[in-house]
């Protein structure tokens, strides 16, 4: 079954910290580049961090030094570690494929909120 399920997300102050998770299916996690999206109201979905299957990241400008994403291969899990929380950071986050990202293919995302 092809599944991605996002957890972890939820209500935080400025300079907080939340770690995502994302269990996906063996058929989607395996052998892929696997990454962290997110959307805020209004505004168009973006890539936020990637990794490869040997583990190189790649980060979005506006969250390099504060997010830290990492991938687990033996449990088909992807993380993201969020540091120094912005209230723009937030948005519902989405793990996935690059090549589902391009066809539209998403989970259900998780909320990410940070508000004082």
């Known amino acids: 079954q092809v599944q991605l399920v996002e957890s972890g997300g939820g209500l935080v102050q400025p300079g907080g910290s939340l770690r995502l998770s994302c269990a996906a299916s063996?058929?989607?996690?395996?052998?892929?580049?696997m990454g962290w999206y997110r959307q805020a109201p209004g505004k168009q979905r973006e890539l936020v961090a990637r990794?490869?299957?040997?583990?190189?990241?790649n980060y979005a400008d506006s969250v390099k030094g504060r997010f830290a994403i990492s991938r687990d291969n033996a449990k088909n899990m992807l993380f993201l570690e969020m540091n120094n929380l912005k209230p723009e950071d937030t948005a519902v986050y989405y793990c996935?494929?690059?090549?589902?990202?391009?066809?539209?293919?998403w989970g259900q995302g998780t909320q990410v909120t940070v508000s004082s």
């Open positions: 063996r058929m989607i996690f395996s052998n892929n580049v």
């Open positions: 990794v490869t299957t040997q583990g190189s990241t």
């Open positions: 996935n494929t690059e090549t589902r990202a391009i066809v539209g293919l």
